[in-house]
């Protein structure tokens, strides 16, 4: 089974709307933190914001917000004016604290194409 | 500018060649990583390395070959790739366990 699944491929958005981004995950783990990184077409991933399983507010990070619910296990990203420089891929991933070992890797979604349009 | 330096930015080779993409942070990153992104596939773990020490290996084929000299550096040693091992290949620090890491901006790797 995916622990992360993003099941927007692509979107196409108008600048200066709101985008909310899917991200559901799955896993046993009670203690896990949640990642959204952006990918431009250079290649790079560039973190976005983080969750952790524990925290009670949604994590917020300037025009980027996080809509928690630990319940049905989602972790959706919103974008709040979008702009065209926001336009890339954009990656769910997650730790888990009990993966195993002192330093764990991330496990990310396939992503999702974002396009903002003019 | 993440603070994670990745060589070279492009590389083709052959599958007789032996090459090695070179990823360096001077971040004071304990934990490194390699990561390979196929098309329309998630991002792949590869190896991960804390303080200098492999601690996870998925099952990635001996042809790749980590090496992680010191806490700033990591290499990624290549020999007798196969066209399917054409990807970009990133690489990540962070500060340990529970925070975000840091990408690279990746080598795309193509092999003919």
């Known amino acids: 089974a995916q622990k992360i699944t993003q099941t927007q491929p692509g979107m196409f958005v108008q600048e200066k709307e709101a985008v909310t981004l899917d991200c559901t995950y799955d896993?046993?783990?009670?203690?896990?933190?949640l990642f959204w990184y952006k990918q431009p077409s250079s290649g790079e991933m560039i973190f976005l914001i983080y969750?952790?399983?524990?925290?009670?507010q949604n994590a917020t990070e300037g025009r980027y917000s996080l809509n928690f619910q630990k319940a049905r296990k989602s972790a959706n990203l919103v974008i709040s004016a979008s702009q065209l420089g926001d336009s890339a891929m954009y990656f769910c991933a997650m730790r888990e604290a009990n993966s195993g070992g002192g330093a764990d890797g991330l496990t990310f979604g396939k992503g999702t194409h974002l396009i903002i349009q003019p | 500018e993440t603070g994670v330096t990745q060589t070279p930015r492009h590389l083709v080779m052959g599958m007789t060649n032996k090459k090695s993409l070179k990823c360096e942070q001077h971040?004071?990153?304990?934990?490194m990583y390699w990561y390979k992104q196929s098309a329309k596939k998630p991002l792949e773990l590869m190896f991960v390395?804390?303080?200098?020490?492999?601690?996870e290996n998925n099952s990635v084929p001996s042809r790749f070959s980590p090496e992680c000299p010191n806490s700033s550096h990591l290499f990624l040693h290549l020999h007798t790739l196969q066209p399917e091992d054409s990807a970009l290949y990133l690489c990540?620090?962070?500060?340990?366990?529970?925070?975000?890491?840091?990408f690279g901006q990746g080598t795309r790797l193509t092999v003919v």
């Open positions: 990540a620090s962070s500060p340990g366990q529970g925070v975000e890491a840091f």
């Open positions: 969750q952790g399983s524990y925290d009670q």
């Open positions: 971040l004071g990153h304990n934990a």
């Open positions: 896993t046993s783990d009670p203690s896990y933190g």
């Open positions: 390395y804390s303080l200098e020490e492999r601690v």
